[in-house]
């Protein structure tokens, strides 16, 4: 049976509202957990905030878990999509790592509440949240490790660098950098500046000398 025109338009209007709903939700969370810490953000104060009924939320999201959970993968989202460009990385390290540092750099400080919150309550959210947020970010981390791995076994990394753990090394600065911008000492120097000073400082210390 053929579908008409007018069905078809009514279907996508309805994926459409959905979308659009969704949407709404996933900002005010963002925006709520930011506020408000991830064990002090509340379903309610997220509806209220979007607009629209708790009933509504649950429709879309089971719990605050399962919300926190897409908006983390929202956020990672282009982060993946740097990443997918994995060819340059071999072919120019020092400006794939500066792009890649200048996105992340500029997430954290878009979302800087839920980047605080993330650090103040890691130790005390629940197990099945740590467990989640773990689930969220490891494949991400693996992509990263694997295209600096990917790198050097083209030996543009030295192969004495243990990649993970100068991929940590290099995320932490970017984060803790963010964090602490402004606070107590003022900085002579620009975010740029930081930024570009860690980089340069990560590839000089894993890329392979030239001969």
Known sequence: ??????????????????????????????????RDGLRGATTREIARKAGLNEVTLFRHFKSKEQ????????????????????????ENLRASMEKYAYHYYAHLEKKKGIARAFLAEAQVLPKSMQTMIADVIRP???????????????????NDVNVECAL???????????LRQGAYLPRNYSTETYISTVVDIFVRGIETPSS
């Open 1 to 34: 049976m053929r579908i008409s025109v007018p069905s078809l338009e009514r279907k996508r209007s309805v994926v459409s509202s959905v979308d659009l709903t969704r949407e709404r939700l996933l900002d005010a969370a963002a925006q709520t957990f930011s």
């Open 67 to 90: 919300l926190l959970r897409a908006v983390l993968q929202r956020g990672l989202a282009s982060e993946l999509a740097i990443m997918d460009q994995h060819s340059s990385w071999k």
């Open 168 to 178: 940590d090394a290099f995320k932490n600065t970017l984060y803790a950098g963010m």
């Open 140 to 158: 991400v981390r693996e992509r990263l490790v694997h295209i600096l791995t990917d790198a050097q076994q083209a030996g543009v990394v030295r």
